[in-house]
């Protein structure tokens, strides 16, 4: 007995340590983030695609499709993890999964792809989206089309990983002033022409991506285009030269109103000299940031001599609306945390929104009560003779 | 108490919504009329004890529903907690995905499964302690008065069982035997074996002293042919039909003219193979005004609950996910389940207590 009993227990923690050795295995280290690419086809041939970055070793079709930020509806009643009934607006409700594939041709479903990475071609997908694992590096696909077990009809686009997951490229900026010299009381145009941004600040202002605007500066003055895209901020200066007429003034710093960051109000360092100085910017692509007025892009994560607040805080920005279905910054869905409170309220709102439901609900448990209180007396084990 | 019949109705009024729907509103109404319909006239009948154990094998069973559930589906927008994720994986294939995010969905749709499970169990149980075993085997259809002998025999097999290793045990524990391992056991199996045998074969000579197996009126040689086409033609109709009824979804009707067909052969050929078997009865039941009751109260929940199915489903449905709200409850719905208690309303001890 005993010793069964102990081969027993050995057997538990062998196969447990396998299971926790399994688990604990890692063999993508932890580099992150991690990516995957995701094409989604719809049924009216759109694309949609997406680069989903993680911070797990590895995650799962279906958390892929989660992270996207697409609408998804899913039946989990199969006990086979998540069916994929609704991406968007295309498919049916958990009702009825499947409602346009029930038998007779056409069957159309979201078919799921994986890209075969030797290959560079869409491998139909065996098992569903909750039991495939995705290493970083992978390809998702998803179309919207008539097919059978085994493959469908429509393939989305073939898109390989480089593809989707390219690192992002800077904006392309034209920045200038015209004329880029001036003596004081005369005026000048600052003009710019930004292409793939997404906010576009002008001295701590939101501005248009495509703007001019007229400055008259009484001394040399820098001017400031600060231009937000997914591959970092950017600053682009310009600098105005204003030769005075009459006796110099006293330096003055020019203290660049930088919003947000309030705690360091920064002085750009302003040599009193007409001679224009070079703004120390390292790691900028052209160390030259001469006074004819071109703009020299310099990666706020390089130590710049101007302060630069974290864009996320800067009130008023003027924000370049992407065209439907494209690509957004990815964000873990939000977790949220439900308390006592929010219970309670679900309960007092669920109260009040039963209404006469509510009340016939509770009429209907009340007869009941009422039916087993005046019956329990007249069922006992005696009457049964009486049978 | 009732006719065979309207308790078979009454089964099927009450599996019916329990089955169809997951909404926890209708299912803890029909958990509570059941229960009421047992604590009452369940109370006569003699294995009342039954319901104990249907009640710890629902209880077990929502347990494991509601644990599997909470830790095993991740999806569903009210996180209540986040636990260590714990995956069993080989190759590229998740067999086992516990812990993680635990959601206030999952746990619901666990619950609301595991109520369904006891819900049903509680019926059969309740179903069970309230019909006549005897009468319910009596009632099966003529032509398969074969297969209801073998299972009354069955059903009468492990009670007699049981009683005859009752009398073993009572009389070698006189003779002074003690039992203390499993060495000690073969007294007591050896005389059940043989006493088993005997009355095997004393139910054989006994069956066939009675005449079982002969029939009445013995079938010709072509219309037994017939019937051995026949059945199995109305069968493999019913199947096709069925088939086309399911996956060609533009032409129905067909499937429906052939299942319909099928049927109706099929009835037919039962029905006159059932006429050469006779029968008497002793004992005849009883079709009261009670009956007629009880039966006009499930037909009527049979018939709302189904015209629910078939044209408004999502009365019928709840589904928490992905953001879980509270069930809609409607009133119609709620009142045909109460069909469940009539029973209880319209038992003659009710008015038998009330006119004392």
């Keep these: 007995m005993k010793r069964a009993t102990a081969t027993f227990l050995l057997i538990i923690t062998l196969v447990a340590l396998f299971v926790m050795s399994e688990a604990l295995y890692n063999p993508t280290g932890a580099q992150s983030p991690n990516k995957v690419g995701l094409v989604v086809r719809f049924g009216d041939s759109t694309v949609f695609t997406d680069c989903i970055e993680f911070t797990e070793a590895e995650i799962t079709g279906e958390d892929v499709l989660d992270r996207s930020g697409l609408s998804v509806v899913k039946d989990l009643s199969y006990g086979l993890g998540a069916a994929i009934c609704k991406i968007e607006d295309d498919g049916c409700d958990y009702e009825h999964c499947f409602c346009q594939c029930t038998g007779e041709p056409p069957c159309e479903y979201w078919a799921y792809y994986h890209l075969d990475p030797q290959t560079q071609q869409w491998v139909y997908s065996g098992m569903g989206a909750s039991w495939h694992t995705v290493q970083p590096g992978d390809v998702e696909g998803w179309s919207w089309g008539a097919g059978d077990a085994g493959g469908s009809d429509v393939e989305p686009p073939l898109l390989t990983f480089e593809e989707l997951c390219a690192p992002p490229t800077p904006p392309v900026v034209d920045f200038t002033a015209d004329p880029s010299s001036l003596t004081s009381g005369q005026c000048s145009v600052l003009k710019w022409t930004v292409q793939d941004a997404e906010v576009v600040v002008l001295d701590g202002q939101g501005v248009m991506a495509e703007d001019s605007r007229y400055v008259c500066p009484s001394q040399t003055q820098t001017y400031e285009l600060e231009v937000l895209n997914e591959a970092g901020q950017f600053t682009y200066e310009l600098i105005i030269n204003v030769s005075q007429p009459t006796p110099t003034p006293p330096p003055t710093s020019t203290p660049t109103r930088v919003p947000g960051a309030t705690s360091t109000p920064t002085d750009v360092p302003q040599p009193p000299t007409r001679v224009p100085t070079a703004i120390p910017s390292l790691g900028s692509p052209s160390p030259s940031p001469s006074p004819s007025a071109t703009s020299t892009p310099s990666r706020t994560s390089s130590p710049t001599v101007v302060a630069m607040a974290p864009v996320s805080t800067t009130p008023s920005v003027a924000e370049i609306v992407d065209p439907p279905r494209q690509v957004e910054p990815v964000e873990p869905p939000p977790q949220e945390r439900v308390g006592l409170n929010s219970i309670l309220l679900l309960l007092s709102v669920g109260a009040g929104t039963l209404g006469f439901g509510g009340l016939v609900f509770a009429a209907i448990l009340i007869l009941l009560m009422g039916v087993y209180l005046r019956a329990r007396g007249h069922f006992t084990d005696q009457q049964n003779l009486e049978q | ?356």
């Design chain 2, 1 to 356: 108490m009732y006719h065979t019949t309207t308790w078979l109705l009454w089964l099927i009024a009450a599996l019916l919504p329990a089955m169809l729907t997951r909404n926890p509103l209708y299912l803890i109404i029909l958990l509570l009329a059941v229960a009421v319909a047992y604590n009452t006239i369940g109370r006569l009948s003699p294995v009342v004890d039954s319901w104990r154990l249907f009640l710890k094998a629902g209880l077990i069973l929502a347990s494991f529903s509601i644990l599997f559930n909470t830790l095993t589906v991740h999806y569903g927008e009210t996180v209540l907690f986040t636990l260590p994720r714990f995956t069993l994986r080989i190759g590229q294939v998740t067999f086992l995905d516990l812990g993680g995010r635990i959601t206030l969905e999952a746990l619901t749709f666990g619950l609301v499964s595991g109520l369904s499970l006891i819900v049903i169990l509680l019926i059969f149980a309740t179903f069970n302690v309230l019909v006549d075993h005897h009468q319910l085997l009596r009632s099966t259809p003529a032509f398969m008065y074969q297969t209801a002998m073998i299972a009354s025999i069955a059903i009468a097999f492990v009670p007699q069982m049981v009683a005859s290793l009752q009398d073993i045990r009572e009389a070698q524990a006189i003779r002074g035997h003690r039992f203390r391992g499993l060495r000690d056991l073969l007294p007591l199996f050896v005389p059940l074996l043989t006493s088993g045998l005997e009355r095997a074969i004393q139910l054989a000579e006994s069956m066939e002293a009675r005449g079982f197996g002969s029939e009445a009126s013995p079938q010709t040689g072509r219309r037994r042919l017939l019937h051995r086409i026949l059945i199995p033609v109305a069968l493999f109709g019913l199947l096709a039909g069925v088939f086309w009824y399911s996956y060609y979804s533009s032409s129905r009707w067909v499937g429906a003219l052939v299942m319909l067909g099928s049927l109706g052969t099929l009835l037919a050929n039962l029905v006159t193979i059932g006429r050469g078997v006779r029968r008497s009865r002793y004992r005849r039941e009883l079709w009261r005004r009670r009956d007629t009751i009880v039966s006009a109260a499930s037909m009527v929940a049979i018939v709302v609950i189904g015209g629910f199915w078939l044209l408004n489903t999502e009365a019928l449905l709840f589904y928490p996910y992905p953001r879980v709200s509270l069930p809609s409850f409607n009133p119609l719905i709620g009142l045909v389940l109460m069909a469940t208690v009539t029973p209880v309303l319209t038992a003659p001890q009710m008015r038998n207590k009330t006119d004392d």
